[in-house]
């Protein structure tokens, strides 16, 4: 595997379900992020991890909850969702003040 | 706070054609880094440039090119002689720290290239 990898690729989910999302980068980065991207909106930073400290968490709810147990793996644990958190969500790695590279998203849908 | 406005929300040419995205931005910061992604139909963002504030060369790469212009705020990326594999929705994106903090994009342009 080369680059930024996330599984899955696609998830459907009930309201009361819990999930999670994977995330791994295989760049040798030491920065790690998470993205939402919603319909005709910006893309949304959710969280960011230096060196597997959470710096930085722009007032995400607490139904998506964040880990990451090594630089070079992230997850995003996810319980008692909305519909209105479909979306794609996106993860980034970086090396520490150089540009992020993507993953290919996972395409959430709540029901 | 910052902000980063591209007004085209979609631009449709026909193949061959020159193309011009527009960015523009806002920040109270001196220093900072500007960013353009492009994500395909995959979805997937592919890194395209970054820039810092202290930079204002244009930069050439191939058929793409990038205008910085510090007093207007902007930083304009231009397609030459268009393709169809150029359609993607592009995003412009403002960060700090080299881009390692969260970066704050713009809306994005779904550039459609017909042929």
């Known amino acids: 595997e080369t680059g930024v990898t996330q599984t899955p690729r696609h998830l459907v989910m009930g309201m009361t379900n819990k999930k999670s999302l994977k995330c791994e980068q295989h760049?040798?980065?030491?920065?790690m992020y998470w993205y939402k991207q919603s319909a005709k909106k910006p893309l949304e930073l959710m969280f960011v991890y230096n060196f597997k400290e959470q710096t930085e968490n722009n007032s995400v709810p607490s139904r998506f909850s964040p880990e990451c147990p090594n630089s070079s793996h992230l997850f995003l644990h996810l319980h008692t969702l909305q519909p209105e958190d479909s979306a794609l969500y996106l993860c980034a790695s970086s090396q520490l003040y150089n540009e992020q590279f993507f993953g290919p998203g996972t395409r959430l849908t709540v029901l | 706070a910052q902000k980063v406005t591209q007004a085209q929300t979609e631009i449709s040419v026909v193949e061959k054609e020159d193309v011009t995205l527009d960015c523009v931005y806002e920040?109270?910061?001196?220093?900072?880094?500007l960013f353009w992604y492009k994500q395909p139909p995959s979805g997937e963002l592919v890194f395209l440039i970054r820039r810092n504030s202290f930079d204002e060369q244009n930069e050439i790469s191939g058929r793409y090119s990038w205008n910085f212009q510090k007093s207007t705020s902007s930083f304009n990326f231009t397609i030459t002689a268009s393709q169809v594999v150029d359609s993607a929705v592009y995003f412009c994106a403002l960060g700090y720290g080299g881009g390692a903090d969260g970066l704050t994009f713009g809306k994005g342009t779904h550039l459609i290239i017909q042929p």
């Open positions: 760049l040798g980065h030491n920065a």
């Open positions: 920040t109270r910061d001196t220093t900072y880094y």
